[in-house]
Nanobody, 125 residues
Framework: QVQLVESGGGLVTAGESLRLSCVISGLSIRQYTIGWFRQTPGQEREFVGAIYKNNNHEYYGDSVKGRFTVSRDFAKNTAYLQMNSLKPADTAVYYC??????????????????WGQGTQVTVSS
């Protein structure tokens, strides 16, 4: 059984940082692309970032580029999302997800097979 469990969300003030963790069981992150998405009420899930399994390159959404960093720890089978210089617009539920899709679809939430339960990030001004 595949499980993705996010943690690390919380309430912070604008300009501060948070690191989200995604502990994964039932699959190896060496064989899957791990992506991060976020969602606010009434909105579509937005691509935040991902590490593509085939080339180990990082890809980011335009709104977080330069502020957020994705990473992985193979020994712990865990993915991370480091979020710096947080803004109120970053407030959302953040999800990690796993997929084996091709690179061209990495930003498409519907192409991810496995999802965590989400963790709330709230940034106050």
């Amino acid at each position: 059984q595949v499980q993705l469990v996010e943690s690390g969300g919380g309430l912070v003030t604008a300009g501060e940082s948070l690191r989200l963790s995604c502990v994964i069981s039932g699959l190896s992150i060496r064989q899957y692309t791990i992506g991060w998405f976020r969602q606010t009420p009434g909105q579509e899930r937005e691509f935040v970032g991902a590490i593509y399994k085939n080339n180990n390159h990082e890809y980011y959404g335009d709104s977080v580029k330069g502020r957020f960093t994705v990473s992985r720890d193979f020994a712990k089978n865990t993915a991370y999302l480091q979020m710096n210089s947080l803004k109120p617009a970053d407030t959302a539920v953040y999800y990690c997800a796993a997929t084996t899709i091709v690179l061209s679809a990495i930003r498409e939430s519907g192409r991810y097979s496995y999802w965590g339960q989400g963790t709330q990030v709230t940034v106050s001004s």
